[in-house]
């Protein structure tokens, strides 16, 4: 057997911010819902935002009936909020009645209905087709008449017409003792329950929206910050219901040069979370101006909220470490937020923050320090706040940059916000304490799917920016400052003595060169002219042997001589001849 | 009977012995209960102020746009316009003592 599919609940958008995701789509179409609180929780504001909403973005006209204020206060009341109520009341889209019930001028005798109220509103529904309808408070009539009993049947009756109109509306009540509304209006309403709440803890209000009941449709069930401020109602969806944003491969710079060699050469993952910690003044505030600086290099919108300096300030003081903010300010690509913490409560905080980037769709987001905001918070709201802040702006695939101001006495890898564990990338600014000098090193402590570098760098603050420079680490631990000047000048001292001798051995070397190939040269002249000298004495011995040959042989002819003796007899003459020369 | 716009007395600007009374009774539609209360007014009103007073009957069903004027809310209501202040009196006016009390012809007890 089929069973037809069951049809959706059909709702309509209150076009409230937030609140429409949360209730997954607004309020049951065609169906009263109540809206409850105390005292000035925000329900008349509530209750007229989503008759505003409906009559200029979805084209469903609306009748607000006010048992309380008058038209004249109402149109002051949302004038702050930015709606025009007299124009859209000229533009018969909305339709005010103000129901004033004294009770000292009316007197009761015998039985009577309500009808004129039905005929009241039936009227001016009809009157400009209203598909939207809000009774605020209605609970003053009980008040106002005095028999309960037909009050109480009366609004039954008043509840089930609307319905039968097909109208949605939402009904305002008052919060009573243990009950949600004074006059257990619930009751009569049934199909969604909508409870606000102001809240003031620690001398900061903060108000706060809760889905008692909504029959027939999944709501999310917390309780959901929300704003009323001159942009209107906002709910804040306070968590992103599930860890599945999508990621990006693409990396962006930190702005700093040495920074991106830290990280693997390219800079942090775009859409990542980054947490720059360290303690009071140690250029916190300058890494995240150098990455917002970097986004808008790029030609990307940047957003930075401030909770501790005036944008002014700021601009001011990056521009001595040689960053023009002001430029980008100037072509509308970045934007500086401050607000001191105690201004507003968390949740403002947080809302303004969601409101300020729906707004500007930045893809780089600097919050300088979410510590301060632990000042108007315990560290579990801080952290909650964050966790659900960090897991929006990763949806939205907005880079952000965290920095958290660390205390001295604190450990140095414990943050006071315990935001660590929800980063992507944690960069630790330490204070390295050594012969009288406090310098700044710079590490990174942990960055997801990052190879990162793993030695702490001495991190300056110059004209030009943040510089990363080498630390020295000797035998006798990390150097920095005028340590590592010091044992910087001695290692170039000591290169220079190395060099100077080996100039010096080089040049005995070629003096040694020269001296031999000099020597060289004049033994070679000497050899020749000896030689030279021997082999003309050579030649002359030579030629003096012959002709003494000759001359022998001229004399034994002479004198006839055998050839046998003609050796032994001319020895003497021989050495005479010798003698003589 | 029919509830209608209904003037008693002439010559409203005569005043005898008291003020005249200008009434306005709004109904909605013609109930059973409306009826009771224009029968119940007009009784008291002859007992009362015969010759100064003016009822007039405003039907909401034929006239919406008039319940906000007066701030109607309960039917019957009826409107003393005058003489001021303006009272309103909500119910069929059974009770003829509470009616008066109404219009302040008899001391509250």
Redesign the interface.
Known sequence: MDHPPVAKLPKTPTGIEGFDEISGGGVPTGRPSLVCGGAGCGKTLFALSFLVHGATEFDEPGVFMSFEESAEELGQNVASLGFDLRELIRQKKIVLDHVRVERSEIEETGDYDLEGLFIRLGYAIDSIGARRVVLDTIESLFSGLANQGILRAELRRLFRWLKDKGVTAIITGERGEGTLTRQGLEEYVSDAVILLDHRVDAEISTRRLRIVKYRGSAHGTNEYPFLIDEEGFAVLPVTALSLDHAVSPERISTGVPRLDAMLGGKGYYRGTTVLVSGTAGSGKTSLSAHFADAACRRGERAQMFLFEESPAQVVRNMKSIGIDLQQWVDRGLLELHAARPSTFGLEMHLSRIHRAIGRFRPSVVVLDPVSSLLSVASSADVQGTMTRLVDHLKSRGITALLTNLTYGKTEMERTDVAVSSIVDTWLLVVTLESSGERNRGLYVLKARGIGHSNQIREFLLTEHGVELIDVYAGAGGVLTGSARLTQEAQDRAAALLEEQELERRQRALAQLKTAFDAEMTALRARFETQQADLMSGIGEHRARIARLKDDRRDMARSRRADAANGGDGATPKHDARAKER | MEVTEERLGSSPGVVQDGESQVLRL?I?GQTP?SIA?FA?LKKICEEHFAGRYRIEVID??QN??L??GD???????LVRRLPE???????????AE??L??LDVRPAR
């Not at chain 2, 701030?71 to 019957?76: C, W």
């Not at chain 2, 202040?85 to 009770?95: A, H, M, Q, W, Y």
Request: charge should be positive; charged fraction near 15%; aromatic fraction near 4%.
């Open positions: 709004y909605a209960r209360a119940n909401l069903v919406p746009q319940a906000a701030q109607i809310l309960a039917v019957p209501t202040p303006v009272r309103k009196i909500i119910g069929d006016l059974s009770n509470r009616v009390v109404g």
